[in-house]
Protein backbone atom coordinates (compact mmCIF):
# COMPACT_ATOMS: atom_id res chain seq x y z
CA UNK A 1 0.00 0.00 0.00
CA UNK A 2 1.26 3.02 -0.94
CA UNK A 3 2.34 5.83 2.26
CA UNK A 4 -0.04 8.55 2.30
CA UNK A 5 2.36 11.50 3.41
CA UNK A 6 2.17 14.46 5.63
CA UNK A 7 4.84 17.14 4.12
CA UNK A 8 7.03 17.88 1.20
CA UNK A 9 10.39 15.91 3.78
CA UNK A 10 8.56 12.73 3.52
CA UNK A 11 7.98 12.82 0.08
CA UNK A 12 11.78 14.22 -0.58
CA UNK A 13 13.27 11.15 1.09
CA UNK A 14 11.06 8.68 -0.44
CA UNK A 15 12.76 9.51 -3.32
CA UNK A 16 11.04 12.09 -5.16
CA UNK A 17 13.89 14.83 -5.17
CA UNK A 18 12.10 17.38 -7.99
CA UNK A 19 10.28 20.67 -7.44
CA UNK A 20 6.65 20.42 -8.47
CA UNK A 21 3.17 20.11 -7.68
CA UNK A 22 2.46 17.06 -4.82
CA UNK A 23 -0.35 16.11 -2.61
CA UNK A 24 -0.26 15.91 1.44
CA UNK A 25 -2.56 14.45 3.71
CA UNK A 26 -4.17 16.41 6.33
CA UNK A 27 -4.77 14.67 9.17
CA UNK A 28 -6.89 16.58 11.36
CA UNK A 29 -8.93 17.93 8.49
CA UNK A 30 -8.90 14.45 6.97
CA UNK A 31 -8.40 15.70 3.08
CA UNK A 32 -5.33 15.90 0.62
CA UNK A 33 -4.46 19.33 -0.70
CA UNK A 34 -2.09 20.42 -3.15
CA UNK A 35 0.96 22.18 -2.37
CA UNK A 36 4.00 22.85 -4.02
CA UNK A 37 6.92 21.42 -2.92
CA UNK A 38 10.39 22.76 -3.21
CA UNK A 39 13.24 20.52 -3.43
CA UNK A 40 16.01 23.14 -4.70
CA UNK A 41 16.18 25.81 -2.39
CA UNK A 42 19.37 26.55 -1.26
CA UNK A 43 19.72 25.00 1.57
CA UNK A 44 20.94 21.80 3.36
CA UNK A 45 18.03 21.27 4.06
CA UNK A 46 15.69 19.53 1.16
CA UNK A 47 11.89 19.28 0.92
CA UNK A 48 9.92 22.12 1.66
CA UNK A 49 6.26 22.78 1.97
CA UNK A 50 5.63 26.40 -0.32
CA UNK A 51 2.70 28.39 1.53
CA UNK A 52 2.90 31.39 -0.59
CA UNK A 53 4.68 32.45 -4.06
CA UNK A 54 4.25 35.08 -6.78
CA UNK A 55 6.15 35.22 -9.44
CA UNK A 56 4.50 37.68 -12.22
CA UNK A 57 1.78 39.45 -10.68
CA UNK A 58 -1.08 37.13 -12.05
CA UNK A 59 -2.99 36.58 -9.09
CA UNK A 60 -4.72 39.22 -6.65
CA UNK A 61 -3.19 39.33 -3.16
CA UNK A 62 -5.91 42.46 -2.14
CA UNK A 63 -8.22 40.36 -1.01
CA UNK A 64 -10.32 39.70 1.94
CA UNK A 65 -9.87 37.88 5.69
CA UNK A 66 -12.12 34.48 4.23
CA UNK A 67 -10.27 34.00 1.17
CA UNK A 68 -6.49 34.44 3.08
CA UNK A 69 -8.08 31.68 5.49
CA UNK A 70 -9.65 29.36 2.65
CA UNK A 71 -6.53 29.82 0.44
CA UNK A 72 -6.68 30.92 -3.28
CA UNK A 73 -4.21 30.88 -6.68
CA UNK A 74 -2.77 27.51 -8.37
CA UNK A 75 0.73 26.17 -6.88
CA UNK A 76 1.58 26.23 -10.46
CA UNK A 77 1.86 29.59 -10.49
CA UNK A 78 1.27 32.03 -7.76
CA UNK A 79 -0.45 30.88 -4.82
CA UNK A 80 -1.59 31.29 -1.04
CA UNK A 81 -1.74 28.52 0.99
CA UNK A 82 -4.34 29.53 3.30
CA UNK A 83 -4.00 30.60 7.11
CA UNK A 84 -6.26 27.32 7.93
CA UNK A 85 -4.19 25.22 5.71
CA UNK A 86 -0.95 26.11 7.07
CA UNK A 87 -2.20 26.35 10.12
CA UNK A 88 -2.96 21.97 10.24
CA UNK A 89 0.45 21.59 8.23
CA UNK A 90 1.64 23.12 11.86
CA UNK A 91 0.06 20.87 14.16
CA UNK A 92 0.89 17.56 12.10
CA UNK A 93 4.48 18.14 12.90
CA UNK A 94 5.04 16.27 15.98
CA UNK A 95 7.46 14.42 17.36
CA UNK A 96 7.32 11.66 20.42
CA UNK A 97 7.36 12.13 23.50
CA UNK A 98 6.05 9.86 26.31
CA UNK A 99 2.88 8.75 25.84
CA UNK A 100 1.90 11.97 23.94
CA UNK A 101 3.20 14.16 20.78
CA UNK A 102 4.31 17.78 21.51
CA UNK A 103 3.61 19.95 18.59
CA UNK A 104 6.85 21.47 17.39
CA UNK A 105 8.15 24.97 15.56
CA UNK A 106 9.09 24.98 12.31
CA UNK A 107 11.52 26.95 9.93
CA UNK A 108 10.67 29.01 7.41
CA UNK A 109 12.36 29.87 4.39
CA UNK A 110 11.84 33.02 2.38
CA UNK A 111 13.22 32.81 -1.20
CA UNK A 112 13.95 36.20 -2.64
CA UNK A 113 14.61 37.87 -6.09
CA UNK A 114 14.76 41.34 -7.53
CA UNK A 115 14.24 42.92 -10.76
CA UNK A 116 18.40 42.89 -11.10
CA UNK A 117 18.75 39.13 -10.58
CA UNK A 118 20.11 39.10 -6.64
CA UNK A 119 19.00 36.27 -4.96
CA UNK A 120 19.04 35.68 -1.84
CA UNK A 121 17.46 32.93 0.80
CA UNK A 122 16.56 33.94 4.70
CA UNK A 123 15.86 30.79 6.56
CA UNK A 124 14.25 31.55 9.96
CA UNK A 125 14.21 28.78 13.23
CA UNK A 126 11.48 28.59 15.77
CA UNK A 127 7.98 29.60 13.19
CA UNK A 128 5.21 29.24 16.09
CA UNK A 129 1.71 29.33 14.38
CA UNK A 130 -1.49 29.45 16.27
CA UNK A 131 -5.25 28.80 15.31
CA UNK A 132 -8.20 31.16 13.93
CA UNK A 133 -9.08 32.10 17.84
CA UNK A 134 -5.86 33.51 17.81
CA UNK A 135 -6.47 35.03 14.76
CA UNK A 136 -3.06 32.69 13.52
CA UNK A 137 -0.69 34.12 15.38
CA UNK A 138 3.06 34.00 13.83
CA UNK A 139 6.16 34.40 16.27
CA UNK A 140 9.40 33.93 14.18
CA UNK A 141 12.68 34.25 16.40
CA UNK A 142 16.27 33.82 15.26
CA UNK A 143 17.76 33.60 12.02
CA UNK A 144 19.30 29.97 11.04
CA UNK A 145 21.43 31.11 8.96
CA UNK A 146 23.45 34.32 10.15
CA UNK A 147 24.49 36.95 7.95
CA UNK A 148 24.87 40.81 9.18
CA UNK A 149 22.03 41.33 6.63
CA UNK A 150 19.65 39.01 7.75
CA UNK A 151 20.51 39.40 11.56
CA UNK A 152 16.93 40.63 12.24
CA UNK A 153 14.06 39.01 11.66
CA UNK A 154 10.97 41.27 10.22
CA UNK A 155 8.38 40.01 11.25
CA UNK A 156 7.70 38.65 15.06
CA UNK A 157 4.62 37.90 17.60
CA UNK A 158 1.49 39.43 15.50
CA UNK A 159 -1.28 38.74 14.27
CA UNK A 160 -2.56 38.18 10.58
CA UNK A 161 -4.96 41.23 8.98
CA UNK A 162 -6.71 41.94 6.26
CA UNK A 163 -8.34 44.84 4.26
CA UNK A 164 -11.61 44.07 5.75
CA UNK A 165 -10.37 42.43 9.30
CA UNK A 166 -8.20 44.31 11.81
CA UNK A 167 -6.39 42.63 14.10
CA UNK A 168 -3.84 45.31 14.93
CA UNK A 169 -4.63 46.65 18.30
CA UNK A 170 -1.53 48.80 19.02
CA UNK A 171 -1.75 51.06 15.95
CA UNK A 172 -3.85 53.92 14.90
CA UNK A 173 -3.65 52.61 10.92
CA UNK A 174 -5.15 49.90 9.70
CA UNK A 175 -2.49 48.12 7.75
CA UNK A 176 -4.22 46.02 5.72
CA UNK A 177 -6.35 48.51 4.01
CA UNK A 178 -3.35 51.03 3.50
CA UNK A 179 -1.02 47.83 1.97
CA UNK A 180 -3.89 46.47 0.14
CA UNK A 181 -2.75 42.80 1.64
CA UNK A 182 -3.67 40.37 4.33
CA UNK A 183 -0.13 39.90 6.07
CA UNK A 184 1.32 39.57 9.62
CA UNK A 185 1.97 43.33 11.18
CA UNK A 186 4.73 43.16 13.76
CA UNK A 187 2.83 44.52 17.06
CA UNK A 188 0.56 46.17 14.63
CA UNK A 189 3.12 48.60 13.05
CA UNK A 190 2.60 48.82 9.42
CA UNK A 191 6.63 49.51 8.62
CA UNK A 192 7.27 45.76 8.42
CA UNK A 193 8.09 43.48 5.49
CA UNK A 194 5.05 42.19 4.06
CA UNK A 195 5.25 40.01 0.57
CA UNK A 196 1.56 39.79 -0.08
CA UNK A 197 1.34 43.81 -1.11
CA UNK A 198 0.76 44.72 -4.84
CA UNK A 199 3.48 43.23 -7.09
CA UNK A 200 6.07 45.66 -8.51
CA UNK A 201 5.99 47.23 -11.89
CA UNK A 202 9.58 46.31 -13.88
CA UNK A 203 12.66 47.76 -12.75
CA UNK A 204 10.15 49.53 -10.09
CA UNK A 205 11.99 50.54 -7.03
CA UNK A 206 11.24 48.87 -3.78
CA UNK A 207 8.69 50.64 -1.29
CA UNK A 208 6.60 50.00 1.48
CA UNK A 209 3.46 49.63 -0.81
CA UNK A 210 4.83 46.68 -2.91
CA UNK A 211 6.28 43.43 -2.17
CA UNK A 212 8.67 44.56 0.96
CA UNK A 213 11.20 43.23 2.32
CA UNK A 214 13.40 45.46 5.10
CA UNK A 215 16.78 45.74 4.99
CA UNK A 216 16.92 44.28 1.68
CA UNK A 217 19.49 47.22 0.17
CA UNK A 218 21.34 45.68 2.79
CA UNK A 219 22.23 42.54 0.71
CA UNK A 220 21.65 43.99 -2.67
CA UNK A 221 22.94 47.58 -2.78
CA UNK A 222 19.82 49.02 -4.48
CA UNK A 223 16.51 49.21 -3.80
CA UNK A 224 14.97 47.80 -6.65
CA UNK A 225 12.11 45.69 -5.97
CA UNK A 226 11.43 42.36 -5.89
CA UNK A 227 10.21 40.04 -8.65
CA UNK A 228 10.11 36.51 -6.93
CA UNK A 229 9.39 35.45 -3.44
CA UNK A 230 7.90 33.03 -1.76
CA UNK A 231 7.70 31.34 1.62
CA UNK A 232 8.45 27.77 2.16
CA UNK A 233 7.61 25.87 6.08
CA UNK A 234 10.72 23.08 6.72
CA UNK A 235 9.73 19.68 8.52
CA UNK A 236 11.82 17.38 10.20
CA UNK A 237 10.56 15.70 12.82
CA UNK A 238 8.42 12.56 12.94
CA UNK A 239 4.95 12.33 11.45
CA UNK A 240 2.21 10.68 13.61
CA UNK A 241 0.28 8.51 10.35
Given at each position: ????????????????????????????????????????????????????????????????WDDYVRGFGNPRGEYWLGLENIYRVYRQTTI????????????????????????????????????????????????????????????????????????NKYDSHHCGQEFKSGWWWYYGSCETSNLNQP???????????????????????????????????????????
Open positions: MKRIVAKCTSIYASGSTSSGIYTIWLKERFQFIYVYCNMDLVSIKKGWTTIQKRMNGEVNFNRGFTGDFHEFKPLEVGFHLEDWDGVKAFAEYKFFLYSSKKSNYDLVVFRPAIISSCFSDVPIEISQFSTPDVDNYPKYKQDMTRYNMYWEGWSCFSGTDTALRFVSMNLYQNYVENN
